[in-house]
Each structure stands twice: as C-alpha cells, then as structure tokens.
C-alpha cells in the first residue's frame, strides 16, 4: 500500500469523515468509534468503523462498517485495509499494555472483530481469518442486535476474527 495513506481518524476529523460517508448514503461515525480510513491521492477510498464492545473480558469489538468507493472494489484494497486495521488494533493494544503494566502474557494482547456482513460477502471475510459464530457465542449487545436484524429478515451472516492461536 505504498501509494495509500491509512490512518486512525482523530476526533477532530469526524466532521470530514461523516461529510465523506454522508456523500456515499453511509451511516455517520461517532466519536467513540474506532474510525478508520484509507486515502489515495489525498482523496477517501475506504472507511471503517468498530465500536469496542463493553462487555466482554477480552478485547473484543464490532466492526459496524467496511466500506470502499464502488470504482476501487474488487482490487484487493478492502482486505488489506482489514489487515492494516488488525495490526493497528494488534499494535494499540501492545502499546497500552506497555504503558500500564509490564507485558506478562501474549493473552493481553488477545483481541476479536465480530462482524455482521451479508451473505455474499462471505468469500471477501474468509481469507482473512473471519470464521461463522454462533449467535449465543456473541458478547450481550451484539447478539441482541444480530437476532434483531435476523427477526427483520436481514441476509447478515454471524462472523468473528481472533488473533488468537
């Protein structure tokens, strides 16, 4: 990705993102997201959002949304976003850990990305580690949700990624 700039987006850049995912008829970010996004040429090619989830012992969070400019799908640019996006998580937490207390256990540095994508998009999650979960192996809040959108009739496959072995 030498010719992309990724970056965590700061609180003081929410404004732009929301203009840039309003102008694609995406849902707003909010500021306590974990927002993410991928530039070319100074101009936004992708966007994610993961919402950390509260109630869970290990790190866990939501990835509420992966979105990239229609003309730059199917490159091969969404996964290695998803790939930067997982190092940057791997590294955060690495660095907090660091900070806070020495480093005891690789178990510290466990983290998982739930995600609700549609069926079709199944083959896109799979090569990056993504395996189908069961809807009772959801933290509380997400699998509230999930069977919420199952009860609505939505296409949402039940999928988690671990950084664990």
Same mark, same amino acid.
């Given at each position: 990705m030498t010719e992309w700039l990724f970056? @965590?987006?700061q609180a003081e850049q929410i404004r &732009? &993102? @929301?203009h840039f995912l309003k102008q694609q008829g995406e849902q707003s970010a909010n500021r306590g997201d974990w927002n993410f996004w991928l530039k070319q040429h100074g101009k936004t090619i992708a966007v994610a959002r993961l919402i950390p989830v509260a109630d869970i012992a290990s790190n866990g969070f939501w990835l509420r949304g992966l979105f990239?400019?229609? +003309?730059?799908?199917k490159q091969g640019i969404g996964q290695q976003f998803m790939q930067q996006i997982h190092a940057w998580?791997? +590294?955060t937490l690495e660095d907090t850990i660091?900070?806070?207390k020495p480093l005891k256990s690789q178990q510290a540095c466990w983290f998982s990305v739930y995600a609700f994508p549609h069926g079709h998009l199944a083959p896109f999650y799979h090569p990056l580690g993504y395996q189908s979960c069961e809807p009772e192996g959801l933290p509380e809040p997400l699998r509230t949700r999930y069977e919420q959108a199952? @009860?609505? @009739?939505?296409d949402w496959l039940c999928m988690v990624y671990s950084n664990q072995e």
């Open positions: 970056e @965590n987006v &732009l &993102l @929301n990239v400019v229609e +003309t730059h799908r998580i791997q +590294t660091h900070e806070d199952k @009860n609505a @009739n939505k």
